[in-house]
């Protein structure tokens, strides 16, 4: 194999990382892809010192090494959000699935709220309804209020108020808070870019 086909496959090897990390980090894998990253950071430690590599090939190379360094930061971040759990309203930026329950201030008279964003169409919009309606039931219990409705016709409402909401803002994902307020649970929308 020669050095330009190992740098194709290199290149390659990266692209397929982003992607599994991507799947990973949008619900759809338990589990990070540390195979593939393995391959990834084998095939940069082989040409991080070669002295037969040509300036064309270095300067590949080296953009290639930086494009990983980039995305490496970018998951660690994600990984150590995932593990920990959101801490700030810019994290849910990073696009990973799932809910967050946040205790911001712990009084009566706001016991605390969970938020997901949503973006029509997705494949993981059930399970990120399925989530928000759980929120609201159990954010309804903690408030001592009866809980009413059922999933479907929630998921319906959630569906329509995104579209409704994209429709008027021109945004791409809308951002839902549960939160407890003077005894009364209360669903927030809010247009995100």
């Not at 330009?4 to 990382?17: A, H, K, P, Q, Y």
């Not at 971040?77 to 911001?104: F, H, N, T």
């Not at 219990?141 to 809980?147: F, H, V, Y």
Request: hydrophobic content about 30%.
């Amino acid at each position: 194999m020669t050095i330009d086909e190992e740098l194709g496959l290199l290149e390659e090897s990266i692209r397929r990382l982003k992607i599994e990390y991507d799947v990973y980090f949008g619900g759809g894998s338990k589990k990070p892809p540390t195979d593939t990253e393995w391959r990834v950071t084998s095939l940069l430690k082989k040409f991080s010192d070669s002295g037969r590599l040509s300036y064309a090939q270095r300067f590949r190379y080296n953009s290639m090494a930086q494009k990983y360094a980039l995305y490496g930061d970018l998951w660690r971040q994600k990984s150590k959000i995932k593990e920990e759990g959101y801490r700030r309203p810019q994290d849910a930026v990073l696009g990973i699935a799932g809910l967050r329950m946040v205790d911001d201030e712990p009084s009566p008279r706001r016991a605390g709220r969970a938020v997901t964003v949503l973006a029509t169409g997705g494949d993981d919009e059930s399970s990120s309804v399925r989530g928000l309606f759980d929120a609201m039931s159990h954010a309804r219990k903690r408030a001592g209020l009866p809980n009413t409705g059922n999933f479907e016709s929630f998921q319906t409402f959630v569906r329509h108020k995104t579209q409704q909401i994209q429709q008027q803002y021109g945004c791409q994902a809308v951002e839902y808070t549960v939160e407890v307020q003077e005894g009364q649970v209360k669903l927030k929308a809010k247009a995100r870019n």
